[in-house]
């Protein structure tokens, strides 16, 4: 075989305490498609940051086709042809896409030549973009193509994307992995970071897996399947089944209609949005991330204001209180029991220079008359929550912000479910966190379905939408394109929906009976 | 063939333990006195260890110069304290000059309009009042431009530090005694209207008993009110407060009346307590001063009754030694500005270490 | 009646020192760095200039000055005061990655402190037997017209009636519009601005990036200072005469949206605003208002920061990394 492109050996990074990478060897060979395997927090995008120069390894030695490198900046990684495609993209919002993708090159500045050579780029492996558009007018997957463009742009024999489909549908997947196929016929390397094991088997000629920051082996793509793979991150046998117990009385609880919600800018984010979520179901949202979930869940949870609909909450008697135009302490006052786990823990659920004690006071800190805070019954709702979700926690003074992912989410949603919900919002629940730390909370979730809380369950893998909830409805550019059955609908339709909103289904997707009456 | 190896790195601590951290910072300081003691000998001359007794000499060399000291230290402390809510919502109060101005200006009003027309009780009273409700109204008006509009408070508080300088420029002409002078003169000198009362019979003692209530105040406020948890909250993550319902505009205006308040309430004290006139400069840029003072401390107050003390004992000292040798007062700005470049820059190896890399081929 | 020919060349005079203290912080803002250590930036450019010019006359002080010398000391001299001045507020805020808006507080008191120390005891400390600064000599060198300005009426005094580093200013900005918008090296300096860890990915050195950005900004903003102090106050120093006008420069920025091309109408605009009061007769009976006419530039700013806030645009926004550190291997 041919010199291998890419060549680690023995490589150790750590920060602080925390050792990401311990002694990782690793080759990547010329085209050829490696997928890079592990848990969340098992080190794979630190190996990686490391062969394009934004961390330097504490030890160890990189090889480029053959030869010793020390890749101490991201420059000299592009000097040696390594590009990687950054899961957070790295681009400047308010300059164009030919700024973007020439920053950082040397010589005299000529936009109009650099938009030629992109335009070239672009015609070669079949990337559509408007070079002269600036980022923050562009939809997720144009940003993720500038990037790759502009890895290209400086000629890139390595490229690296690291979780490139998390953002896109599976349409936009299948065109990005037909791009990738043509990159490897012409002989670059690839190494794609990726969770959905059926891409690793569709796209990849040879699965690494990293386990706890050490290389735990590779092989050939062919010879292997899911099951082994999940195997050898995790360590042990786990199975992939997520339970769906059967709803217990299903009840109306949140209803909305009509919600429109429109943006800074005046753009519907929301059109026209009806539906119902029961008591003791658990309703999945699916949609191209940016479709409306955020907005829809914050305009339940009070956060977002509307242009018109409603959403009206029901409680146990039947009786119903609107809850749109309320701010989120109203909607308490009211006596709605609704918990909001949001995407973006740390910005938003939760505070994370703050302990975990304090961080549990989020909730109840208003109780009470007295102007002071009173810090016992946080304290020792903190340390049920660590002791209940087996959170690994120094103590209850440390800042949750030094937790990892699958930590801060167990305080988030014990938090959450801790003051008994009717209704339970998430929005990518599991997004970051280990296979252990996922089944804890999907294990949570179907708890508080079978205690009757009503839940609207946000999600980006299909495949665990269609195994967890009870009904999905799709979103597709803010408007609902269609209400299924889980159980009775598969991905390519829910992919399928997710692009388009199907004419027949429009103002026709609230309609409970069509619903109950296929079970 | 290791080449354009990093010979070190930078990589970030964990907690240090408090008596590191501080043994640190208490490195920095003795490092910078030194330097400020050479740059000190190479200006005057002077032999370095007589620097340093010359600046202990100008901070506690008489028993007035002590009571001078404390004084000095409690109204930079009062306006430290009254800026630091503001800072830890991490709204940048900069205004604390124009803050503290505006209620030496409404305390001055209310001395020269009213007094000897109203018993000197009642007049103390709405001294107090308005001079607290000046402050709290300039504080009040960036707060609203940041709470509606997220307009740069940093900007917004500076500019409005001008404004109050002009009306306080306006009216000390306005009140000029005798007419032409440009000054107010002392205010009421014969009758002592408005002045405000001596504690235990020590002119001195006022502002330190206020400055010591306000302090434990502020950290009771700050650590266990509820309103100190939403400021924090706040501070922290706008998003994640009004995730919990929490009125972020109301608590701007609400923590900037409070901050701007407190600056009111040592404008009340400069005037009424202390100088019994009004001058654009009464409050010598302590408002500016006092952002350094806060942060230095890490917005513990506490911590800052010893921060607003080194300032202030490197100004008296400063101050000695240009006094002593015919030097120019700024003097003591050349020191506070090298001490607080030590201490900031100190505050780099409290969060990071640097790391030599070591040899991986081995 | 009121003079628009005499108003337009004091407006300008004043202008002068606000404008380099605005492009020198529209550059330094650019690169991410939030520089309030601009007035004792100002300050100190002014008195490393008189320093050295007052060492020049008390050099020659019997036979005469060689002009290029008169001129060059001083320049230099202020150039390198301002740069150990950016220097020490890089090294503190990039380096050693401290919180810049205590940095800029602790530079402006020291560098107003270095400022009215030296201004009012540089005589006792060199011994000089002079009464006072006053710099006449090297002032003549500096606001020395251009050769014609008295030959052309009107024209020659509105345009041409200005020492050389009034032209200066207005090169230097427009120069810095081109830098900043028509160059690689501007393109990478806005990059570094809005999001340090993209420009870092993309192979631009964010640090260098910083140091030099903030470092020429403060060489620029200190020329403002020599200009105030050799031109505009011909050559008399004079504590705290300079004032308030670096923080002025600083609000002028955002005036300007950081452009430096709108920065030079609105330091027109400025310095025309700051001594409208003089020009507004009040008598003598109501010297108390011209006090009120002064705090025109200031409601004026904080309007306008109110404004542009209100209208949040895109593009007239400040960078999007102003006054954070930035840390490569932060998680």
Known sequence: ????????????????????????????????????????????????????????????????????????????????????????????????????????????????????????????????????????????????????????????????????????????????????????????????????????????????????????????????????????????????????????????????????????????????????????????????????????????????????????????????????????????????????????????????????????????????????????????????????????????????????????????????????????????????????????????????????????????????????????????????????????????TVGLMMTKVMTDNENKEENPKTGDSDE | MNKKEPLFHIVKRDVLPWYKSWGIRAAAIVAALVVCGIITTITTGLNPFKVYGSFIQGAFGSGRKVWITMQNMSILLIISLALTPAFKMRFWNIGGEGQVLVGALATAACMITLGDKIPNALLILIMTVSAILAGSIWGLIPAIFKAKWNTNETLSTLMMNYIATQLVAFFTIVWEVPKGSFTVGIINQSTNAGWLPQLFGSKYLLPIVIALLTTISMFVYLKYSKHGYEISVVGESEKTAKYVGMKTEKIIIRTMLLSGGLCGLAGLLLVGGINHTITTTINSGQGFTAVMVSWLAKFNPITMIFTSFLIIFLERGAGEISTNFGLNQSFADILTGIILFFIIGCEFFISYRIVGRKKGDK | MFDIVAFIPRAIGQSVPLLFGCSGEILTEKSGNLNLGIPGVMYVGGISGVIGAFFYEQHCAGGNMNGFLAIMIPLLCSLLGSLLMGLIYCLLTVSLRANQNVTGLAMTTFGVGIGNFFGGSLIKLSGADVPSIALSRTSAFYSRALPFASKMGWFGKVFLSYGFLCYAAFLIAIVSAIVLFKTRKGLHLRAVGENPSTADAAGINVSRYKYFATCIGCMIAGLGGLYYVMDYASGVWSNDAFGDRGWLAIALVIFSIWNPLIGIFASILFGGLYIVYLYIPTGMDYMEFKELYKMIPYVVTLLVLVLTSMRNKKENQPPASLGLSYFREER
């Open chain 1, 1 to 492: 075989m041919a010199e291998a492109a890419v060549k680690l050996v023995n490589i150790t990074k750590s920060f602080g305490q925390v050792r990401a990478n311990y002694n990782v060897s690793l080759e990547i060979n010329k085209g050829e498609i490696l997928a890079l395997l592990g848990e969340n927090g098992s080190g794979k995008t630190t190996l990686m940051n490391m062969l394009s120069g934004i961390y330097y390894p504490d030890e160890g030695q990189i090889f480029i086709d053959g030869k010793e490198v020390s890749i101490s900046s991201p420059k000299i990684a592009y000097e040696l042809g390594i590009g990687m495609v950054h899961q957070h993209f790295k681009l400047v919002d308010v300059l164009t896409a030919t700024e973007n993708i020439i920053l950082g090159l040397e010589g005299k500045l000529n936009k109009k030549e650099a938009a030629a050579k992109i335009k070239e780029i672009c015609d070669k492996y079949g990337f559509d973009i408007n070079p002269d558009q600036k980022i923050y007018d562009m939809s997720v997957s144009q940003k993720q193509t500038v990037e790759i463009v502009k890895v290209l742009y400086r000629g890139a024999n390595i490229l690296i994307l690291d979780e490139p489909t998390a953002v896109l549908t599976p349409q936009e997947s299948e065109k990005l992995f037909n791009v990738m196929r043509n990159m490897k016929a012409d002989g670059k390397a690839l190494v794609i970071i990726t969770h959905k094991m059926h891409e690793v088997e569709s796209i990849s000629d040879r699965v690494a897996i990293l386990r706890k920051g050490e290389y735990v082996g590779s092989m050939m793509t062919k010879d292997t399947n899911a099951g082994e793979m999940t195997d050898m991150m995790v360590g042990r046998s786990v199975s992939l089944n997520i339970e769906r117990p059967k709803p217990v009385d299903p009840k109306p609880r949140i209803r909305v209609e009509g919600l429109t919600v429109k943006n800074i800018e005046g753009i519907d984010k929301l059109k026209d949005v009806s539906f119902t979520a029961r008591s003791g179901e658990i309703l999945g949202i699916a949609g191209i991330s940016g479709s409306g979930q955020k907005e829809l869940l914050e305009a339940i949870a009070g956060l977002q204001p509307a242009e018109s609909g409603s959403i009206k909450y029901i409680n146990e008697n039947g009786e119903e209180e609107e809850l749109l135009g309320k701010d989120p302490r109203k909607i308490e006052e009211l006596g709605v029991a609704l918990s909001f786990v949001p995407e973006d823990r740390l910005g938003m659920g939760l505070v994370g220079n703050m302990d975990l004690s304090d961080n549990m006071m989020l909730r109840s800190f208003r109780k009470g008359k007295s102007p002071f805070t009173e810090r016992k019954s946080p304290h020792s709702l903190a340390e049920k929550v660590v002791d209940d979700l087996e959170v690994v926690t120094p103590s209850i003074e440390t800042p949750v912000r030094r937790l990892s992912g699958g930590n801060v989410q167990k305080i988030l949603v014990g938090r959450e479910i801790a003051h008994a919900p009717t209704v339970l919002l998430t929005a990518y629940a599991v997004r970051g966190l280990d296979i252990n730390s996922s089944y804890t909370i999907y294990d949570l979730i179907n708890q508080q379905k079978q205690k009757g809380v009503a839940v609207i369950f946000v999600g980006e893998d299909l495949d665990v939408l269609l195994e967890i909830s009870d009904k999905i409805l799709v979103l597709c550019g803010g408007r609902v394109s269609g209400i299924v059955n889980a159980e009775e609908t598969d991905k390519n």
